[in-house]
């Protein structure tokens, strides 16, 4: 049998084989991250809910106050809406690249704004506002295991209102 090289258990190497076996390479498991990062977790299939779709638009607020100074910043808070619409709408369901890319963008702009947040404003403005934007992220989470489509949406969609919300009070509070 021929090894792809992929596997750490082939049968030629259970056969005692001499050959070395290939370990994974950085760019192996880089990809390997990003692919399970892209599978859906939709219990649903491909069903979309318009208002998640919407709500997207969020993301985009920071980018008003961004311009506004002249930040440059607000090409990411851009690209934010576009990866969020992308893959809670547009790839809602399937397995797509965006949901990577989405996640990645996220997390990095949230720790920006915690870490901007707790700078000009300390622990509490964060918990503040932490906790209704997480708590809509659980509850949604938790309608989604449920297999409740039209809960899910609902909170899924007031999660992008607290985020964009929380970043433009944290953004404006910084200036």
Not at 7 to 21: D, F, I, Q, V
Not at 24 to 51: D, E, F, V, Y
Not at 57 to 62: K, L, N, R
Request: hydrophobic share 45%.
């Amino acid at each position: 049998m021929r090894s792809s090289g992929r596997s750490w258990g082939t049968l030629e190497h259970a056969a005692g084989s001499t050959k070395p076996l290939k370990r994974p390479t950085i760019m192996g498991k880089l990809m390997t991250l990003i692919n399970k990062a892209s599978q859906t977790n939709c219990p649903w299939g491909t069903q979309r809910s318009h208002l998640i779709g919407v709500s997207a638009v969020f993301y985009a607020f920071p980018a008003v106050l961004d311009l506004r100074d002249g930040s440059p910043r607000f090409v990411l808070w851009l690209l934010q809406a576009w990866a969020c619409f992308w893959s809670d709408y547009l790839d809602s369901g399937r397995f797509g690249y965006s949901h990577a890319f989405d996640k990645a963008l996220a997390s990095s702009l949230t720790l920006y704004v915690v870490a901007l947040a707790l700078a000009h404003r300390g622990p509490l403005f964060v918990v503040a506002l932490a906790l209704p934007t997480f708590g809509c992220y659980g509850l949604g989470t938790a309608a989604r295991k449920a297999g409740d489509f039209a809960r899910y949406a609902r909170w899924h969609a007031l999660w992008h209102l607290c985020g964009g919300c929380v970043a433009v009070l944290t953004l404006h509070s910084a200036r």
